[in-house]
């Protein structure tokens, strides 16, 4: 069986320094806001060259932060994509704010630049563009519009972490990038967690107030905020991972070049790059018209897989009062018909790419599999 996700081949290689940091915490008699989540930051921070860095407890609560530290709030809305984790939607209804979706572009399956201006409106208070599988959206074309309108925007992160556009990490783009640390991602916590930044450090004080309460320094609530911390045993373990980051991530681009060398002809959409950007291959999503049959092919081989995501967001039914129904987002919507993920990690071996491989284009009818 090849699995999907094994974060149990990385732990063992890592197994020594992790523990040496967990031990580090127990005997430190500081578990929540503490030197470990400090020294965290402070490192996320320079590793994306931010300015401020703000851990909190999980990447949907950063982005529910970044919003309420930029005053959005009920009945303001945010520009974003159809096309990503319920998680970025349910932040946004979270700080009482309705999402206005843009349709993606087909190529890149990123939110489409040129139909921002369409969707604004008096109450539109932000964009939240969404760096999907580790692809970095089109931030040159998203922050022209914003600022002819004098928008804030909020990069969705969570799936980019060791993404750059021109050499510079994503996240920094825009006025706060958020992240997310949960175990899938290419730098995962054996828990939740995420973290903002920002080069505003009015903006980072009031996000630390508002992931606790609202708590000044004096222990006052100044404003209404949540409980939203990252413990900080999970704060060690992500600065030993976070050590390793750039190796894994080397790692991922080596798997996914063997992906689109091995698959090339094969009737299946391969996921591209951008000139002058890296992609952090977070996830390695192949887009089918008979998805069926891929899914059929790889169970029959006891290969992993995953669809993200099979059904877009602004057709689930917790969001069908928004007034998107079917055909209102035409890319968006074909695009989850099509897409599906294949093993991507850094321990994958190069036999099980092969096997992988072989899966693959026996269900495209390649005689040659």
Known sequence: MIEFFDYLRAHERIREEIEDAVRRVFLSGSLI??????????????????????????????????????????????????????????????????????????????????????????????????HLYGR????????????????????????????????????????IGCFSFYPTKTLGAYGDGGLCVTGDPHLAQRMRRLRFHGFDSARVVREEGINSRLDEVQAAILRVKLRHLDEAIDARTRIARRYLDALAGADVRLPGTDPGTDHAWHLFVVRSSNRGRLIDALQDAEIGFGIH?????????????????????????????????????PELTADEVTAVCRAVRSACGDAAS
Do not use: K, N
């Open 33 to 130: 806001l503490g030197p470990e989540g400090e020294a965290f930051e402070q490192e996320m921070a320079g590793y994306v060259g931010a300015r401020e860095a703000v851990a909190v407890g999980s990447g949907t609560d950063a982005i529910v932060v970044a919003l309420r530290a930029l005053g959005v709030g009920p009945g303001d809305e945010v520009i974003t994509v159809s096309h990503t984790a319920a998680a970025t939607v349910g932040a946004i209804r979270e700080v009482g704010a309705v999402p206005r979706w843009v349709d993606i572009e087909d190529r890149s399956m990123l939110l489409d630049p040129a139909g921002i201006e369409e969707c604004l409106g008096p109450r539109t208070r932000a964009i939240v563009p969404v």
């Open 309 to 345: 995501y099979p059904r877009p967001v602004h057709r689930m039914p917790a969001y069908r009062d928004l007034g998107f129904g079917a055909g209102s987002l035409p890319v968006t919507e074909r695009v989850a018909d099509e897409v599906l993920s294949l093993p991507l990690y």
């Open 136 to 175: 970095p959206a089109g931030m040159a074309a998203i922050l022209a519009v914003a600022s002819r309108h004098a928008l804030p925007v909020v990069e969705d992160c969570a799936q980019a972490t060791g993404a750059r556009i021109g050499g510079r990490h994503v996240g920094t783009f825009g006025t």
